[in-house]
Every structure is written in structure tokens, then in C-alpha cells.
Nanobody, 124 residues
Framework: QVQLVESGGGLVQAGDSLRLSCAASGRTSDISAMGWFRQAPEKEREFVATISSNGGATYYANSVKGRFSISRDNAKNTFYLQMNSLKPEDTAVYYC?????????????????WGQGTQVTVSS
């Protein structure tokens, strides 16, 4: 099994920055490519960003491209989402997820392991 714990969420103003962290533990062979997703109230969970196992490949949703940056520290089994120029529409619960495959993936169905989520609220 794999455990994921997100941290770093909070309440910020539009234009501010936040960095989310995701600490992974457990069966390390299943900790490979990872992704960040978010879910706003009364909306479906949506893809935000993904990174390959070695960090060499990344992919972003159009809504965050150029503002968010995904990264990882494999020595620490920790993943990050740097969020800049935040907008009120970025308000959501943010989830990290990982899969036992090295390549990036944008569908939530491709990730068997999920964290509990961290709230990000951006005020206007």
C-alpha cells in the first residue's frame, strides 16, 4: 500500500503563491508517476498536472499552464505543486495521486493511490 499526505493549502488572495507538498510512504515500488488533481464544490474532480517517475516529463491542464509548476524529490519521496498568480477559480480541494507506472497520465482512473486532499481558497 501507499500513503499520500498533502500539505501547504490555505487561504490566499488573488495573485499570491502557494506551494503544495505531497509526502509518499509505503510500498515504494508503487510510487512512480504522479499527478495533482482538484475538485471545486459541486464540480467534478479535474486534472491539474502530472510528472513522470524521473521528473523528465510534465504536463499541465491549460487552465494552469504557465502559472503552476510540478516537481518531485525522489530521495525524499515528496512531490510539489508550485502555484503562482493564483485566481479565485483555482479555489478547490487539491489531491495528489500516484501510480505504479513511470509515464505521465491525466485521467484520475489511472491513479490507484490518493491523498486526503488539502483546501486552497483564493479570495478576490
Amino acid at each position: 500500500q501507499v500513503q499520500l499526505v498533502e500539505s501547504g493549502g490555505g487561504l490566499v488572495q488573488a495573485g499570491d503563491s502557494l506551494r503544495l507538498s505531497c509526502a509518499a510512504s509505503g510500498r515504494t515500488s508503487d510510487i512512480s508517476a504522479m499527478g495533482w488533481f482538484r475538485q471545486a464544490p459541486e464540480k467534478e474532480r479535474e486534472f491539474v498536472a502530472t510528472i513522470s517517475s524521473n521528473g523528465g516529463a510534465t504536463y499541465y491542464a491549460n487552465s494552469v499552464k504557465g502559472r503552476f509548476s510540478i516537481s518531485r524529490d525522489n530521495a525524499k519521496n515528496t512531490f510539489y505543486l508550485q502555484m503562482n498568480s493564483l485566481k479565485p477559480e483555482d479555489t478547490a480541494v487539491y489531491y495528489c495521486a500516484t501510480r505504479p507506472h513511470p509515464v505521465i497520465a491525466t485521467s484520475a482512473y489511472d491513479y490507484p493511490y490518493w491523498g486526503q486532499g488539502t483546501q486552497v481558497t483564493v479570495s478576490s
